[in-house]
């Protein structure tokens, strides 16, 4: 597709159930990221993809959270035993990105995000 | 449709000059409107937001945006650049809890 794609584009779960967010990025992007923004807050870095590196989990809350990417495609965020305060839009994005360097990030793009709520 | 536009795609300045980034947005009813920054071969980070209160917003890295309602307008400021904003900035509006963000303005900094 044109742009990145992601679904479902709301979930309601009960607490404590596993939830998983699925992004299709732009195809040939290399780099794919996940961010989530709760309720009041900016972006918060999730995790990063590239290529066939070891992915970026720094920013991954706890060790309910994981996240996988086959090859340089799909993406799947999961949350396991889900609380309340997970609640919020998971947003997933990928570039073209250059290695070497600094590495430069190229065309950016968003997709429309997944908004969760715990209940 | 709902829209975010960014005025520029590719800023040139030297250090030390002022740097406005031009941000339009279409949404009606309530937004909450944000800055992030890229830098080169990282992730995105938060500059500044604006949700309600002072329409004058001060960020980090001595950033600040302006929210013009009328204008439908959250233009980012910075007054003196240095090498390290070197980045691309996007300009984003959170609206009903759906983000739309604009295209992002690759800002590069001469020494």
């Known amino acids: 597709g044109a742009g990145v794609s992601q679904s479902p584009s709301n979930k309601v779960t009960e607490k404590g159930k596993d939830v998983e967010l699925r992004c299709d990025p732009i195809?040939?992007?290399?780099?794919l990221y996940w961010y989530r923004q709760r309720l009041g807050q900016g972006l918060e870095f999730l995790i990063y993809?590239?290529?066939?590196?070891?992915?970026?989990k720094s920013g991954l809350p706890s060790d309910r959270f994981s996240a996988e990417r086959t090859g340089e495609s799909v993406s799947t965020l999961t949350i396991q035993r889900t609380q309340q305060e997970d609640s919020a839009v998971y947003l997933c994005?990928?570039?073209?990105?250059?290695?070497?360097?600094?590495?430069?990030?190229?065309?950016?793009?968003f997709g429309s995000g997944t908004r969760l709520t715990v209940v | 449709a709902q829209s975010v536009s960014q005025h520029n795609h590719h800023v040139i300045l030297s250090e030390a000059a002022s740097l406005e980034l031009g941000c339009n947005y279409s949404?009606?009813?309530?937004?909450?409107l944000f800055w992030y920054v890229q830098y080169p071969g990282q992730h995105l980070q938060l500059l500044l937001k604006?949700?309600?209160?002072?329409?004058l917003v001060k960020g980090i890295k001595g950033f600040e945006a302006e929210f013009i309602k009328s204008k439908f307008s959250f233009n980012l400021r910075k007054p003196s650049v240095q090498w390290s904003d070197t980045a691309e900035y996007f300009c984003?509006?959170?609206?009903?809890?759906?983000?739309?963000f604009g295209a992002g303005t690759q800002v590069v900094v001469t020494p």
């Open positions: 604006y949700f309600s209160g002072d329409p």
């Open positions: 993809f590239q290529g066939n590196s070891a992915p970026d």
């Open positions: 195809s040939g992007h290399t780099a």
């Open positions: 994005a990928s570039s073209l990105q250059v290695l070497g360097g600094q590495g430069t990030n190229y065309g950016y793009t």
């Open positions: 949404y009606g009813g309530t937004v909450n």
């Open positions: 984003a509006v959170n609206s009903w809890g759906k983000f739309q």
